[in-house]
C-alpha cells in the first residue's frame, strides 16, 4: 500500500507534519493493506488565514483493488485533527465495505451446519 499526503501552502509543518500524517494514516489502515493499491490524503487550510473549529481538512481516497476508490473526509481546528479523523472514518468504511463482501446476511449458511 503506498501512501501519499499532500499538504497546501497554507498547513504548516512542512515535510513533518507529512511524514506524520503518513504514519498515522499507515498506522491506522494497516490492516486493508493487502487490499488496498494506493491512499492519497489532501490536507486543506479551509478558511486561509482566519481560523475556527473547523479550519482544517483532510480528503482522504483509497484505491481498493478491483474496484472503484472510496473516499472520506473530516474537517478539524489543527491538521492532525483532521488527517486522523479522515483515516478513521476510512477505516470504518473499509470494514464496511469489506464486510459485506465476506459475509452475508443473517450469517452462515446452514448447509454447513452440522444436524443433531
Known amino acids: 500500500m503506498q501512501i501519499q499526503v499532500f499538504a497546501d501552502k497554507h498547513i504548516g509543518g512542512g515535510a513533518a507534519l507529512i511524514e506524520q500524517a503518513r504514519d498515522a494514516i499507515e498506522s491506522i489502515l494497516d490492516r486493508f493493506a493487502d487490499q488496498l493499491t494506493r491512499v492519497e490524503a489532501h490536507?486543506?487550510?479551509?478558511?486561509?488565514?482566519?481560523?475556527?473549529?473547523?479550519?482544517?481538512?483532510?480528503?482522504?481516497?483509497?484505491?481498493?483493488?478491483?474496484?472503484?476508490?472510496?473516499?472520506?473526509?473530516?474537517?478539524?481546528?489543527?491538521?492532525?485533527?483532521?488527517?486522523?479523523?479522515?483515516?478513521?472514518?476510512?477505516?470504518?468504511?473499509?470494514?464496511?465495505?469489506?464486510?459485506?463482501?465476506?459475509?452475508?446476511?443473517?450469517g452462515e449458511s446452514i448447509r454447513y451446519l452440522h444436524a443433531d
Open 43 to 106: 490536507i486543506t487550510d479551509v478558511n486561509g488565514h482566519k481560523g475556527g473549529s473547523e479550519d482544517k481538512k483532510c480528503n482522504l481516497e483509497a484505491r481498493i483493488k478491483g474496484q472503484p476508490p472510496v473516499a472520506t473526509n473530516h474537517k478539524a481546528p489543527t491538521a492532525e485533527e483532521a488527517y486522523l479523523g479522515a483515516a478513521e472514518s476510512m477505516a470504518h468504511l473499509l470494514d464496511s465495505r469489506f464486510g459485506r463482501l465476506h459475509h452475508t446476511k443473517g
